[in-house]
């Protein structure tokens, strides 16, 4: 089966190298016949701090779909929008280096992002994947209710 590259998760990171690493590994541990390595790429912007690199270097050898840039010095707010300036794939999903996705958010934004025609999807701060959550159509928006 064929899979087109769909959403580039782009995480901005500085000084937390314990919680990027959560915050990849609740993404990865949702990869499967239809989310992985060829419909998901993770961006990784690291604000000059070397830690980061040391614990995250693992899942990089492990997932190709991993890129990581370290800044040669700290960028402070810009380094969100050098992590969003990254992406190359069709959707870009933005994080926080302290976030994570709760169980099969990637496969429902995956079946949202199948099902409609959108340009642009606004979302709560949070996947819930034990709730229907419905999707209101406003002007080539979606918003997840």
């Given at each position: ?44 912007s ?46 870009l ?52 209710c």
């Amino acid at each position: 089966m064929s899979h087109i590259p769909l959403i580039s998760i782009c995480i901005p990171s500085f000084r937390r190298p314990v919680e990027i690493q959560e915050t990849i590994q609740s993404i990865v541990s949702q990869f499967d016949d239809s989310i992985n390595e060829d419909t998901i790429e993770i961006i990784i912007s690291d604000d000059a701090w070397s830690d980061v690199e040391e614990v995250i270097r693992p899942l990089i050898k492990k997932y190709s779909c991993i890129h990581y840039f370290r800044n040669e010095k700290n960028l402070r707010f810009a380094n969100w929008l050098q992590a969003n300036s990254l992406w190359k794939w069709k959707y870009l999903l933005s994080l926080s280096n302290d976030d994570s996705l709760t169980n099969f958010s990637l496969k429902y934004l995956k079946e949202i992002i199948e099902a409609t025609d959108f340009d642009f999807l606004l979302h709560k701060p949070f996947f819930t994947a034990d709730v229907h959550i419905p999707v209101e159509k406003k002007e080539n928006t979606y918003q997840l209710c």
